[in-house]
């Protein structure tokens, strides 16, 4: 028995997200008396992966093929499922990405596996059982999972575990599996990265802006201070329906749910809809020109006012800081 | 071209969620049930795929008799027929396994389902379903083309998208951007009612997971608010209080 960690790069890098998918997975380990093995699968640097050492990894095993250059969720799920087999792996945790979300349940149904997605927080072995906190309702609450199958399958919501490190260099090992030719049927044409944006999902401090700004001319400001502040920008649905911001950015119920440690929500009335994709934000701040508006409700810290004034003041006040830091 | 649409009935968007037995029910009482909105979509990219006598759509549920007016939406949306599986969805692993059942008995080209139901938010239905019927499955998709046997769709990735080709049959959760919401006109209500709707009882399987109790987030304390001419107590509060910048 041992824990098998998925470690996805982007372009050949690991991101934040991707250290605390490794530590989570090690703490798991650590619970149940035993090594976790890391797979990477694509074109990874030699030092980049054994970096993966620091975070808890015993050992990296590194499929790397022309073939496998680019994500195919069904290959990726077989490659990975081959590795579970050799390491005799029973517990498999990977990050709740946007393609971590298309290999869990695959890699559930060939493992006959209970699939955790979107944990938050470590499992509860104590009483027998194994139990895993999920986000549930989009964010409006928390679901307890019992997984009782024998093989299991987690996902980790970003920004949702630390990052522990500490650890030496983890030794390589080339992994090499047969690829099914009806794996690869889905091909990648064409990768399209805006690689000088943080992006929304696992950024740690996202400004958001809605329907108070007026018009998608008045932006410019709003990609200011997220710029200054290393934030993703974001906005309300309308916003995005009225082509003001591309959906991507959409936060909520029906758009992305976010867990940043910081959440600054500019002229957002704070409808349900909307609260449920931010409430597990570790940090909320508003700012309304109405005091009234329900935001401030479910808010840290606010300021009663008007964006355009607002705005441009915070701006200043943020470059004074970094100054002065 | 076939068309299979999974919908889910999940608690209206506007629902306060609140739980029962000691945590460990949802409390249906008073909520409104409604068709999962990523469904919708799928179902609106179904409706227009087929238009003009290119196909058909039927539309599917694992669910017991209370979804039937859910059912009944998506047929007035534009559904041709309907298929309700006769029992509760468990979990994502008895849902996507009695989808597999009726798609292995009756073949589609295209099968959609939602990003995610918007109660369990599992991404999950997707993946498994095409992996039991060893197919490929792509999600979170904003655009579905079809030229000829192979269709184009857009992939959503962190911060941008992947352009990818995937020949017949494949599973797509879509999002939005593949297509605008329909809303049902009066003929369209109408017809609903004399649509098939099929019913057929489902298969036993193995439930591996299981919700148990559920929390809802701790309320925060009062709002801590800043006079609008002074933006830098607001970022000092962030920086030595918060410790967030
Ligand atoms: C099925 C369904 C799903 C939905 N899903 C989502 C979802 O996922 N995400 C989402 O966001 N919404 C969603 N909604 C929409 C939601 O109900 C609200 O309509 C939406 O969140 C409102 O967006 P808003 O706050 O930007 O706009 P508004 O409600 O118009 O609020 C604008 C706010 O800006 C303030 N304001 C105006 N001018 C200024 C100024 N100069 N300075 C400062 N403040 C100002 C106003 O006081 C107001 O509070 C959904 C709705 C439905 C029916
Ligand atoms: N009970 C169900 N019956 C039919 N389809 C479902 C059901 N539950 C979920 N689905 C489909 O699977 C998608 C993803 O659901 P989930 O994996 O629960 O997030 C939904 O958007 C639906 O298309």
Known sequence: MSVLVYVENADGKFKKSIFEVVSYAKAIATQNNTGLIAISIGTVSTDELANLGKYGADKVLNASTDQLKTFVNQAYASIIFEAAKKEGANIIVLSNSFSGRGLAPRIGVKMEAGVADGAVSLPNQTAGSFTVKKTAFSGKAFAVVELNSENKVISLTPNSYKVIDGGANAPLETFTVETKESDFKAIVKDIIRATDKVSLPDAEIVVSAGRGLKGPENWGMVEELANLLGAATACSKPVSDAGWRPHSEHVGQTGIVVSPNLYIAIGISGAIQHLAGISSSKVIVVINKDPEAPFFKVADYGIVGDAFEVIPKLIEAVKQHKASA | ?245
């Open chain 2, 1 to 245: 071209m076939k068309i299979l649409v999974c919908i889910s009935n999940v608690p209206d968007t506007t629902t306060k969620i609140t739980f029962t037995d000691n945590n460990t029910q949802f409390n249906t009482a008073g909520v409104q049930f409604i068709l999962n909105p990523y469904d919708e979509i799928a179902l609106a990219r179904a409706i227009e795929l087929s238009e003009g006598g290119k196909g058909t759509v039927t539309v599917i549920n694992i669910g017991e008799i209370s979804t039937e007016p859910t059912i009944r939406k998506a047929l007035a949306i534009g559904a041709d027929d309907a298929v309700r599986v006769n029992a509760k969805p468990h979990d994502a692993y008895f849902v996507a396994f009695q989808l597999a059942q009726y798609v292995k008995e009756n073949a589609f080209d295209l099968i959609l389902t939602g990003r995610e139901s918007i109660d369990y938010n599992g991404s999950k239905v997707a993946g498994m379903l095409g992996e039991f019927l060893d197919i490929p499955s792509i999600s979170i998709i904003k655009k579905l083309d079809i030229n000829g046997d192979i269709a184009t769709v857009e992939r959503e990735i962190e911060g941008g998208k992947e352009v990818i080709t995937i020949p017949f049959p494949f599973v797509a959760g879509v999002a939005e951007g593949v297509a605008e919401w329909k809303i049902p006109n009066m003929r369209g209500i109408m017809s609903a009612r004399t649509k098939p709707l099929k019913v057929i009882e489902a298969v036993a399987v193995k439930t591996l997971s299981e919700v148990i109790s559920y929390e809802t987030p701790a309320p925060r304390g009062q709002v801590k608010l800043v006079p609008a001419d002074d933006a830098a107590k607001l970022i000092e509060l962030l920086h030595s209080e918060a410790k967030v910048i």
